[in-house]
């Protein structure tokens, strides 16, 4: 009984930090976020300012909360609203605070408003930037600093992302989409007479690691099979780079918007033509 007694705690204690150090845990994700953003700001000071950036986490929480209880009658896991939060504290930039409430209302309204068959189509962050920038566009802009010639920065970001998305197993969309956009970057360059090194520099900036990590591999808004979700990386960097040669700024952004619920809602439609199918009449 004694070993008993005195295993059991090791035992909990292992399973504790097992668990915490397994990065499928919910709140892995908000710290990688958060060290990207420690990183991010006090290298570069890419947040606008703390306190337009803790409006944005605290709107999005206090919105989950309000708009889970109310459609779903239950209190949220509140880890998906703090991302929500917090990217749109680093994604976007202002002059006014009401951007950064008003940009977060929208990202988390998206998710309990715009949705088919049970499921949000949006990932919430890219759909509440996307529609700041698009309405509202001579009042909020997108980050756009680079890391500069400091690799370390970018290094330490992509090391610990790496090790997250892959634990998830979603690393397949990340580096289809890395892969995409370089390849695409040679045949910009070709084709406007720009340099490679110009037309790759984006990928290298923090705006740019919170959408590989974070937008384009969100499991509750990407389709199910790893090869539709290599097939959509691919076409987000396609469409961001038809839409980089016809001068769009926020591309990423905007190209994510359109064919990641283009991509969902085909593939409801196979799924429900393939369902139809295997009925058979009596």
Known sequence: MSQHVVAAPATGMRTGWKSWLSLENRFVPPVFITLILLIGHLSFGILESYPKTLLAIATSILAELVLARFFFGKWPHLASAYITGISVGILVRSPAYWPFALCALISITSKYVLRVKGRHIWNPSNFGVSAILFLAGDAAASLSIQWGNFLAPMVVIWALGAAIILRLRRFHITGTYVISFLAFA?????????????????????????????????????VRSKTGQCIVAFSVALVEMLQRLDQVIYAP????????????LIEMWLQSRRQKAVIVPA
């Open 186 to 222: 040679l045949l910009r360059s070709w084709i406007t007479g720009s340099p490679w090194m110009s037309e790759i520099a984006p990928i290298t900036g923090p705006e740019y690691q919170l959408f590989i990590f974070f937008m384009i591999t969100d499991p509750k808004t990407t």
């Open 253 to 264: 952004f905007y190209a994510l918007f359109m064919v990641g619920p283009a991509a969902l």
